[in-house]
């Protein structure tokens, strides 16, 4: 649980659910969050907008806290915490990253932007009827596609990427963004007041402007197939980050309602005041509400109090799941023994005693190629398609090497690579990262 003093200071990660178990800390201050993006559980980076509407990162494992930019950017906006994207006063789109900045001027000012977990954008450009959305792979700037985009109230992104979920006069309409086609839409009488996404995307939840009516939509048949009927009026919603609870704020007062999206039932109401940060649910299905100063962590089904983190409202709170802060295993700083081979006189493999006096030749290190070698790669993009993953890997050459594209596999799809390395050392990858004219990152281990 990432925690950043409101009132400015020293960020701290605990432990959950020990509030007192502190295992990460630094006394460098972080400036107060407005809005978290996203969380890097690779590099164990956290992006977020501060109050001032400045892009920040903080590297756990660099224990650095960088404001990334002072420009003037709005609509900022990250799918993984490696990059930020945000749009300039002239419309330009910008790519923030640890190790500089990408600028893109669309044929149109940008109006919004949306990562995709790949590596891919979508930019809406343009205003009115006129709006279009293009897609590209940055650093890439060719516009790969390009579509008619209805202007929307709200739009809803799911943690997959694969659909972008729009409130328009008429109800709702969805975007499949690895086809860029239109899913069929889904009309409501009434205007839509929120809407929000399960992290799958399987439901969509659209709250009426009424407010006491929250509709499921159902995103495999393109339909309504259930709907909540609240006990008063709602004005918000959230989704619990493993899908089992949605909370509904109340319109007026300090308090919640708490939904079950599996059996699609209210199970009651809990008080809380409403934070960008607060409540949320926890990956143990405790609710953690605001109670004056203090947190409270409520269980979901009972609404039960269970725990009070005293002066915990003081704090801005952020979940994550990261395994980055385990103690390093004493086994690792073992010297490595191996059973000694000597040759006797006529030439037969014998297993030398411990006791031996005779020489102990090192056995020679095993020889690697390169895709086995540990040491730090310099990565310059993820596509879908191979031929643009090869098309890049050949324009990049470094000190005699060139680029090559590796495969693997996230939700489904083959991602292609472009990357460089291995390096000893991590100034080595920086290097060769720079001298590519390209953007980068780099990572340490294989590839």
């Known amino acids: 649980m990432l925690r950043v003093p409101r009132a400015g200071g020293g960020p701290r990660v605990h432990r959950y659910p020990a509030s007192d178990s502190v295992v990460w800390s630094t006394s460098e201050s972080a400036p107060t969050p407005a809005e978290f993006l996203a969380f890097d559980d690779d590099n164990g980076s956290i992006a977020y907008v501060d109050t001032r509407g400045r892009p920040v990162?903080?590297?756990?494992?660099?224990?650095?806290?960088?404001?990334?930019?002072?420009?003037?950017?709005?609509?900022?906006?990250?799918?993984?915490?490696?990059?930020?994207?945000?749009?300039?006063?002239?419309?330009?789109?910008?790519?923030?990253?640890p190790t500089g900045e990408w600028t893109y001027k669309p044929p149109r000012p940008a109006k919004a932007v949306y990562p995709q977990p790949e590596g891919g954008l979508l930019v809406a450009i343009g205003t009115g009827a006129?709006?279009?959305?293009?897609?590209?792979?940055?650093?890439?700037?060719?516009?790969?596609?390009?579509?008619?985009f209805p202007v929307a109230s709200q739009a809803v992104r799911t943690q997959l990427g694969d659909r972008l979920y729009l409130s328009v006069d008429s109800g709702l309409v969805v975007l499949r963004t690895r086809t860029m086609d239109w899913a069929p839409a889904v009309p409501f009488d009434d205007p839509i007041e929120h809407i929000a996404s399960t992290p799958s995307g399987d439901r969509v939840f659209v709250l009426h402007d009424t407010g006491t009516t929250i509709s499921v939509v159902d995103r495999f048949r393109d339909r309504v197939t259930a709907e909540y009927e609240l006990p008063g009026k709602a004005r918000d919603l959230r989704v619990d980050p493993f899908g089992r609870y949605l909370l509904a704020r109340h319109a007026s007062g300090d308090s919640i309602w708490v939904l079950a999206i599996g059996t699609q039932r209210v199970i009651g109401a809990l008080r809380s005041a409403w934070r960008a940060d607060l409540p949320y649910v926890a990956y143990d299905g405790a609710i953690a509400t605001v109670v004056g100063n203090d947190v409270v962590l409520t269980d979901g089904e009972t609404l039960r109090a269970t725990s009070r983190v005293t002066g915990g409202a003081r704090d801005i709170w952020f979940p994550i799941l990261w395994d980055g802060f385990r103690p390093r295993s004493a086994s690792l700083d073992e010297p490595v023994r191996f059973d000694s081979i000597v040759i006797d006189s006529v030439g037969a493999d014998t297993l030398?005693?411990?006791?031996?006096?005779?020489?102990?030749?090192?056995?020679?290190?095993?020889?690697?190629?390169?895709?086995?070698?540990?040491?730090?790669?310099?990565?310059?993009?993820?596509?879908?398609?191979?031929?643009?993953?090869?098309?890049?890997?050949?324009?990049?050459?470094?000190?005699?090497?060139?680029?090559?594209?590796?495969?693997?596999?996230?939700?489904?799809?083959?991602?292609?690579?472009?990357?460089?390395?291995?390096?000893?050392t991590r100034d080595e990858a920086e290097r060769a990262g720079r001298e590519s004219g390209q953007s980068y990152w780099v990572f340490e281990g294989n590839p």
């Open 57 to 97: 990162l903080i590297e756990l494992r660099l224990g650095t806290i960088t404001v990334q930019s002072t420009k003037k950017l709005t609509g900022l906006a990250s799918a993984g915490a490696k990059s930020v994207f945000g749009i300039a006063a002239n419309g330009d789109v910008v790519r923030l990253t």
């Open 130 to 148: 006129n709006t279009r959305l293009i897609k590209l792979f940055p650093p890439d700037k060719r516009i790969l596609d390009s579509l008619p």
């Open 352 to 424: 030398a005693l411990p006791d031996s006096a005779a020489p102990q030749p090192a056995p020679p290190a095993p020889s690697r190629t390169p895709d086995e070698a540990q040491g730090f790669i310099v990565s310059f993009a993820a596509f879908l398609a191979e031929p643009r993953a090869k098309e890049l890997a050949a324009r990049i050459h470094v000190g005699g090497e060139t680029a090559r594209v590796i495969t693997s596999t996230r939700d489904g799809s083959t991602i292609y690579r472009v990357v460089l390395g291995p390096y000893a």
